[in-house]
């Protein structure tokens, strides 16, 4: 049976936060399959290219103009078949690339088990009954804000930063300043008085917030380096007073300004990647990244968005788990079931695996780096979707080859033996990304 490379045509959203007309990745890879109803317009935000059969933005046969669903309905062997009986006739997973002009909201997403009552509770809000674990890999230079910061740090921010001290209230923060010092102590206590801390911050009225956001960005504005007394070793006085205007810059008055005292600021260099379990608290600040999750749209918001919030929800459902930056980032390491050839070795090309703890998805980096590079994949067992963010080669599964660039979007069938070859010069790379899932 030939195994289908089938090219796809993928839509992409324009929400608010995304990157200007051809300054978006999203929108150039989107723009490199020919389409009917796609003309980059200079003003326009596009945040989002969406690669795969989530029903919200399904991905096209780029031939037959059929979607990558009702093709995966209709021949669940594209899947396989421990695929399909587990996950149903759909990718279990949602690949994405994202090209951030401005901050994303305040958000987590949430467990299975929640995501079925916000679901059957608020459908509209709440499009899937499903998690979004979810893992971003960085293209460009990225930062974001990624799971609460050691106590220490927010105990810090709340004896120097005034405005963030009476958001969250006297007693709430000296409450929470006397947990976060107790050496050792009882780790639910802690996680209580967080969330009790965190809690006063968000259930601050809008005059409050309006009030002492003035008060913030004046201080930032006055003090720079000695911001925040300095600031704490991972996020100086500097980078939180930046942060601080550009966010006011961004959104105004915003309680999602004062979250930045109680997350860590994460910045990734290019092929650097993050992991973020259900019900981790995130916002992603600036640069293009290529994302994969669980098959799901459900986002809890509650700031630095114009859209629905639900601040009650996320209060609640938070882990409320801390860790220093470092534990927020994901180690990728060498893909063991590629083969590359003479020229790929010696042109210090690579094939990197992201590999987070679930089972829906897991991801390969490609750099293959001068004429002639290849790399061979065993077979998977399962579904994969290519995305080539850089440089240009061929891309084959058995007999059937195609030429592949920037921006071309491919599905591979189950059980495909693949091969990228480079067609680009000397001292470029041909990369890729792919998403899949074995079971
Ligand atoms: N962390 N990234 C994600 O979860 C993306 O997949 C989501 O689609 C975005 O968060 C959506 O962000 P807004 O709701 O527009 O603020
Ligand atoms: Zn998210």
Redesign the pocket.
Known sequence: MQVPLIRLQCGV?S???GKKGSESAAARFAAATPSDNLSIQADKPY??LWMGTHPSNPSKDLTTGRTLLDLCAENQLLLSESVASKYGAKLPF?F?V?SINKA??I?A?PNKKLAEQLHARDSKNYPDDNH?P?M?IAITPFEGLCGFRPLGEIAHFLETVKPLRTLVGENEASQFIQAAKQEGGDEAAKKKALQTAFGGLMSSSPEDIDRETANLVALAKSEGADFAAGGVSSTKGAVLAELVTRLNGQFGSDIGIFVLFFLNFVTLQPGEALF?VADDI?A?VSGDIV?C?AAS?N?V?AG??P?FKDVSTLVDMLTYNYAPIDEQKMTPTEYPYATLNREAYSSGSSVMLYDPPIEEFSVVRSLLRGEGAKATFDPLEGPSIVICTGGKGTIAVGPTKQEIKEGYVFFVGSTAELVLESAVGQDEEFTTFKAFCEI
């Open positions: 959203n929400y608010e936060w945040a989002e949602l994405k994202l994303l909201s958000q997403h979004k979810e971003a973020l995130h992603y994302e999750m749209d986002v918001r630095l968005t859209k």
